[in-house]
């Protein structure tokens, strides 16, 4: 019913930038929110930042002041600009939405496929 594709990944140099994309469609009636989550080798998944109706933005410690979430409400796309990138940044970076359905007007949780973000010299 509703798909979430994720793109921007790639191999980058310590410093440098990378913009991930984040495109909702589907049965969607209404997105709550958005949310950008991250898993390296061996270690659990988490939260890298976060975006709720309103524009209202929440970031991990560790990517404070380097990252950026945005959205765009009338493409159902949400983004993450990563500047000053980090080795430890290295993950892959996973796409959330929150949505209420057209079709029932509830809740669902959905997530993308994943992209890759190797941060290397």
């Known amino acids: 019913q509703v798909q979430l594709v994720e793109s921007g990944g790639g191999l980058v140099q310590p410093g440098g930038s990378l913009r991930l994309s984040c495109a909702a469609s589907g049965s969607i009636f209404r997105i709550n929110a958005m949310g950008w989550y991250r898993q390296a080798p061996g270690k659990q998944r988490e939260l890298v930042a976060l975006?709720?109706?309103?524009?209202?933005?929440n970031y991990a410690d560790s990517v404070k002041g380097r990252f950026t979430m945005s959205r765009d409400n009338a493409k159902n796309t949400a983004y993450l600009q990563m500047n000053s990138l980090k080795p430890e940044d290295t993950a892959v970076y996973y796409c959330?939405?929150?949505?209420?359905?057209?079709?029932?007007?509830?809740?669902?949780?959905?997530w993308g496929q994943g992209t890759q973000v190797t941060v290397s010299s």
């Open positions: 959330n939405a929150v949505v209420v359905r057209t079709s029932d007007r509830l809740k669902y949780d959905y």
């Open positions: 975006i709720i109706s309103g524009g209202s933005t």
